[in-house]
């Protein structure tokens, strides 16, 4: 798997952007930090109503909270050293938010979300499928995660789906 995350990693690597893209792509990188949860409130409130993003975020809790358990226990339990500090010709590109590498964060909890909001409201929830795999993926390209940390956080991140759907089905047969 490492010699595989290593030859990904260097394949991406060398396909570099333009420095508008870049830019931009910084910036984009940067809405999996949370920022992006804000506008996806307010699209679930103008197209779906009140009572559609008032229950989206009651299905969003339990999956959030199984999600950063799952984040933190294993990210703590495996403490993957980050591409950048690896290889010594790599720079972290964009501010990694905690010190390890797996699993990727911006893929595991925005999926944990973004698959609930996938359910509840999949005309717009296509949207946050997409936008966690791309993030993951930049952050490779960006020389803070490997692929397989992606592919982790992807796995991890529907399995918190899952999950938190199976609590909240619990918790309201008990409410």
């Not at 339990?62 to 226990?73: D, K």
């Not at 999926?111 to 717009?124: C, E, S, Y």
């Not at 992606?150 to 399995?159: A, D, E, K, M, N």
Request: net charge positive; charged share 15%.
């Amino acid at each position: 798997m490492r010699n595989l995350d290593i030859r990904f990693f260097h394949f991406w690597r060398r396909h570099s952007f333009s420095n508008g893209m870049d830019k931009f792509l910084r910036f984009y990188t940067r809405l999996g930090d949370g920022y992006v949860w804000t506008l996806v409130i307010a699209f679930l409130y103008l197209f779906y109503g009140k009572e559609a993003l008032l229950l989206t975020v009651k299905h969003v809790i339990p999956a959030i909270l199984v999600s950063l358990v799952l984040y933190w226990a294993i990210k703590l339990t495996v403490r993957r050293k980050r591409p950048f500090e690896l290889l010594k010709s790599v720079n972290a590109d964009v501010p990694p938010l905690d010190k390890y590498s797996f699993p990727s964060g911006h893929a595991m909890n925005n999926l944990a979300v973004g698959f609930t909001v996938f359910a509840d409201a999949p005309g717009i929830g296509w949207i946050m499928i997409f936008m966690p795999v791309t993030w993951g993926l930049l952050r490779v390209y960006y020389g803070v995660h490997w692929l397989s940390d992606v592919i982790g956080g992807i796995i991890l991140g529907l399995l918190s789906f899952w999950l938190g759907r199976i609590m909240y089905i619990i918790w309201q047969s008990y409410g």
